[in-house]
């Protein structure tokens, strides 16, 4: 199966800084998720890029998908503490979506005030 | 506003009891699914079900068992709990099937067997 790669595993930024995460993955793919998780609880949903999109925004985050190098980057802009929290991408096990994504291990973010 | 609940925040079983984790989602999706989550290993997808009655194993599906009688509940029984299944058990649906869609989950149960 696919499978995701963060990087760094930790981050550690003041408040109002940008960050950046990036993702590995193996195999070619229809398209590549964000996923951010608070403290304990369960994933949400930030972006879903397409294979064939380069990047994309939504509000203070920016996507971008290499699929040549098999790579995709979160930038997270001007973070506040509540964007303290786990990222991780995530692909499709196979080719279709009713059999779940694979899921890097994430990486873990702390904005400090 | 779209909702995946689980049955248990926290959840403490002893050795060979039987556990069951409950899922229901309120957005008729056709699919859902159970991962657990373990630190340094991220989330690994135990079973999944894209219709009722029906289920696919995932990537771990020894020691667990699943159930989906209706289309919003997805029912993870774990026969006979031990100690290496103690985890955090997220639930999810979507509606996609092809490419994969953005998935819904719910607030995850923490299972702690002793």
């Known amino acids: 199966s696919q499978q995701g790669e963060e990087d760094p595993q930790a981050l550690s930024i003041q408040e109002g800084e940008n960050a950046t995460m990036n993702c590995s993955y193996k195999?070619?793919?229809?398209?590549l998720q964000w996923y951010r998780q608070n403290s304990g609880r369960g994933l949400v949903h930030l972006i879903l890029i397409r294979s064939n999109e380069r990047e994309k925004h939504s509000g203070r985050l920016r996507v971008t998908l290499d699929t040549s190098k098999k790579s995709s980057s979160l930038l997270i802009t001007a973070s506040r503490a509540a964007d303290t929290a786990s990222y991780f991408c995530a692909t499709g096990r196979s080719g279709g979506g009713a059999d779940g994504l694979t899921f890097g291990k994430g990486t873990h973010l702390i904005i400090q005030p | 506003d779209v909702k995946v609940t689980q049955s248990s925040r926290y959840l403490v079983k002893r050795t060979g009891e039987k556990v069951f984790l409950e899922c229901v989602q309120d957005m008729d999706h056709e699919n859902m699914f159970w991962y657990r989550q373990d630190p340094g290993l991220g989330l690994r997808l135990i079973y999944f079900?894209?219709?009722?009655?029906?289920?696919e194993k995932g990537d771990i599906p020894e020691g667990y068992s699943v159930s989906r009688e209706k289309k919003e509940r997805f029912s993870l029984i774990l026969e006979s709990a031990s100690t290496n299944q103690t985890s955090m058990y997220l639930c999810?649906?979507?509606?996609?099937?092809?490419?994969?869609?953005?998935?819904?989950f719910g607030p995850g149960t923490r299972l702690t067997v002793t």
């Open positions: 079900s894209y219709d009722v009655k029906m289920k």
């Open positions: 195999t070619s793919i229809n398209n």
């Open positions: 999810a649906s979507t509606q996609g099937t092809y490419p994969p869609g953005e998935q819904y």
